[in-house]
């Protein structure tokens, strides 16, 4: 997968996102505008977890997991992160069942692909996290196929 895709990606959808949070046609129809929020923000996490800012983070939140971890006895950082991620999971589900979208679940869809990279503890090497590369592996294939590289 070439490096190119994923920042494309993470560029358009943020810049989708942050414009498309503030349209007042889409404050309108509440399902509607929840639904493109949605999908640009875990579009956007998606790409965040892939490239190298993504990276980053992830390996400053492990370093900060195993921080925390070593303060409450030990507990692995996989196992913190892990636990986090499924809280931060959950309440988006619970949050999104009023049918709006919200900074606070805009804020933890971006950053929940990144803190499962964290848990699973790749993304911290040069081959990017995997987490996205289906993902983006479809989507680079249909690009090609479209203008015909």
Do not use: H, N
Request: no cysteine; charged share 10%.
């Amino acid at each position: 997968m070439t490096t190119w895709f994923p920042w494309g990606v993470f560029l358009v959808s943020l810049f989708l996102l942050v414009l498309l949070s503030g349209s007042k046609l889409l404050r309108k129809v509440k399902i509607l505008r929840a639904g493109v929020l949605f999908l640009l923000a875990a579009v956007t996490g998606a790409a965040l977890a892939e490239i190298v800012l993504g990276e980053w983070l992830a390996a400053a939140m492990r370093g900060i997991a195993d921080l925390v971890g070593e303060w409450m006895g030990g507990m692995p950082a996989s196992v913190f992160l892990a636990v986090v991620g499924f809280a931060m999971a959950a309440a988006i589900v619970i949050w999104l069942l009023d049918g709006t979208v919200d900074k606070r679940e805009i804020a933890f869809l971006l950053i929940l692909p990144t803190l499962f990279v964290a848990a699973g503890g790749g993304g911290i090497t040069g081959e990017g996290s995997q987490l996205a590369a289906a993902f983006f592996g479809v989507g680079e294939s249909l690009f090609s196929g479209v203008i015909g590289a």
